[in-house]
T-cell receptor, first 110, second 115 residues
Framework: TQLLEQSPQFLSIQEGENLTVYCNSS?????LQWYRQEPGEGPVLLVT?????EVKKLKRLTFQFGDARKDSSLHITAAQPGDTGLYLC??????????FGKGTHLIIQP | GAVVSQHPSRVICKSGTSVKIECRSL??????MFWYRQFPKQSLMLMAT?????????EQGVEKDKFLINHASLTLSTLTVTSAHPEDSSFYIC???????????FGPGTRLTVL
């Protein structure tokens, strides 16, 4: 069983602060996805990283894939209340089903 | 593009009855569909993988006779929860992938409540 450790599980910060969410595994991923999920809805794909060392930016969100393709991070700059939600990382091994981390519940207080 | 729908969005049923959930890829052909379950305050757990025209592959601990999966076409997969019990109450989410990319696109989920 492939395990994906995601931290922190809960994070509450003030508007304007920066934050980083981490996703780690002892196994190598073929790709890693980051999702955001609102209550009562399915996850929405934010980004897919495939290449070791890859960095992708989505407005104030920066996603990084570790050189060894075992870890990833999501960094949010100048967080806003609209960023509040559940962030999930998910590792893929080929075309198999995804293994999700436990998620990070993020609250941005105005 | 890459829209996945689920029906129904919510269902409430009595214990012992069976419930069918549909997952459709609306604008692409999904060679593979996945079914996940999510309990409150928890992450998604993969239940099974289904490829069009073949039997589903179930994850360890998931009863194949209880969670019947059919993937009869490239745009439709169904999950039937048979003889549902209160402990089956959960949020069931499907995803679909197809074409050259392995990217999975998720449906909006189905909230099942068994009384």
């Amino acid at each position: 069983t492939q395990l994906l450790e995601q931290s922190p599980q809960f994070l509450s910060i003030q508007e304007g602060e920066n934050l980083t969410v981490y996703c780690n595994s002892s196994s190598v991923f073929s790709s890693l996805q980051w999702y955001r999920q609102e209550p009562g809805e399915g996850p929405v794909l934010l980004v897919t990283v495939v290449t070791g060392g890859e960095v992708k930016k989505l407005k104030r969100l920066t996603f990084q894939f570790g050189d060894a393709r075992k870890d990833s991070s999501l960094h949010i700059t100048a967080a806003q209340p609209g960023d509040t939600g559940l962030y999930l990382c998910a590792g893929a091994w080929g075309a198999d089903g995804l293994t999700f981390g436990k998620g990070t519940h993020l609250i941005i207080q105005p | 593009g890459a829209v996945v729908s689920q029906h129904p969005s919510r269902v409430i049923c009595k214990s012992g009855t069976s419930v069918k959930i549909e997952c459709r890829s609306l604008d692409f052909q999904a060679t593979t569909m996945f079914w996940y379950r999510q309990f409150p305050k928890q992450s998604l757990m993969l239940m099974a993988t289904s490829n069009e025209g073949s039997k589903a592959t179930y994850e360890q601990g998931v009863e194949k006779d209880k969670f019947l999966i059919n993937h009869a076409s490239l745009t439709l997969s169904t999950l039937t929860v048979t003889s549902a019990h209160p402990e089956d109450s959960s949020f069931y989410i499907c995803s679909a992938s197809g074409g050259a990319s392995d990217t999975q696109y998720f449906g909006p989920g189905t909230r099942l409540t068994v009384l």
